[in-house]
């Protein structure tokens, strides 16, 4: 594990991957800045403003691990969270909620679920296939087909239980899971409402960089650095990663690579699932990643509807325009919902920032009985 750990660290400073480090920043990033707080030399301090409470655990429900498959017959981990005082003989709405792309459940999604519980609703949060607690080899793998495979796998498991309203479950996907929980809803109409978080068009992503700032040319270099990889992987060489958050700031690193780091390398967001190495979260392999160049999410987005959909994005985020571009195309009813002075990451965890009255007034609409 070290010698792969040393080669990753040593190849991720070429060009190309530096390239691929920009573009694959839509997994988990912000859109403000607190630079004075993360000074070269200076102790780190996590930027716990704005209510930042990733950790958050609530006594006012219960959470149990669960474990599903997919039609993958892969195993996915969730935990389930139900409001105490629930009326186990009664059938209640749920809400299935997807972490950000590189992350975990216990980075956001716990969080958002365990507010929405608060609420009301009955709420898993999963680990997307490959992540986390979930199955599937080799580890941090992209597979966009069965990431939304997932999302329908926890409405079948949710919809099985005794006290869930089958006709009445929804979904919340938080970054790139946003992307992947509409892929889900084009076809599978059991997804009654559709809300996104700082969403990432994760194909537009890393086919066309930020504000199409990518060319053709350096996305060749991309497929071909990729495509080169897989003859030293498939003759058993070591496995190389990609993207994701650096592991350390100095005085050249990006305003985007510093809020990156203050979520998922400090105590902030920080978390290491079991079994799993620091080095290699939020990387995810080079050789998948460029699976997402085939992923198109908004194509014939406009056929969930009359299912409603809700875009909630920062005023600030660098991902704005993948929240914008999905409110343009989808068909009626949507709403796309602007958090002022949010970036992206700031609604990861900033409970002050997170429009949750808004969220609970959408899902309890939209998944109330007909």
């Keep these: 594990m070290m010698s792969t750990m040393k080669k990753f660290k040593m190849k991720k400073k070429s060009i190309i991957t530096r390239v691929l480090t920009v573009i694959a920043l839509g997994l988990l990033l912000t859109g403000t800045i607190v630079a004075s707080k993360t000074s070269v030399g200076a102790a780190y301090t996590p930027d716990m403003s704005n209510g930042a409470d990733n950790f958050y655990k609530s006594n006012k429900i219960t959470m149990k691990k669960v474990e599903f498959k997919n039609q993958y017959n892969m195993n996915v981990a969730g935990n389930l969270f ?35 519980a608060e609420r009301g609703f009955v709420t898993l949060s999963l680990d997307l296939s490959f992540w986390g607690e979930s199955e599937g080899q080799p580890r941090n793998a992209v597979s966009p087909d069965i990431y939304a495979e997932d999302f329908s796998a926890a409405v079948d498991f949710l919809g099985t239980r005794s006290f869930v309203d089958r006709e009445r479950i929804g979904v919340l996907g938080i970054c790139g899971s946003g992307s992947f929980a509409i892929s889900a809803a084009k076809i599978d109409p059991r997804m009654k409402a559709i809300a996104t978080v700082s969403m990432y068009d994760m194909g537009a992503a890393n086919r066309n960089g930020l504000k199409h700032s990518q060319t053709l040319e350096q996305r060749k270099k991309i497929l071909e650095e990729a495509v080169e990889q897989r ?86 985020a660098h991902s704005r325009e993948f929240s914008e571009d999905a409110y343009k195309l989808a068909g009626k009813p949507k709403e796309l919902y602007i958090v002022p002075g949010a970036g992206h990451v700031d609604l990861y965890d900033r409970v002050n920032l997170i429009p949750f009255d808004k969220l609970e007034s959408f899902f309890k609409e939209n998944l109330k009985k007909r």
């Design 82 to 116: 139900i409001p105490k005082g629930l009326k186990k003989n009664t059938k209640n709405p749920a809400i299935i909620v997807g972490h950000p792309m590189g992350a975990v459940k216990e980075q956001s999604a716990n969080l958002y679920a365990q507010k929405m």
């Design 231 to 316: 003859y030293v992987e498939f003759t058993g060489g070591e496995t190389k990663y990609t993207s994701g958050t650096v592991h350390e700031l100095n005085e050249n690193s990006t305003p985007i690579e510093r809020e990156f780091y203050d979520f998922y390398r400090t105590p902030r967001g920080e978390f290491t699932p079991k079994g799993s190495s620091p080095e290699l979260t939020t990387h995810p392999t080079l050789t998948s990643n460029i699976k997402f160049m085939n992923f198109y999410p908004f194509e014939d987005i406009e056929t969930i509807s009359p299912r409603p959909m809700l875009f909630i994005t920062g005023e600030n």
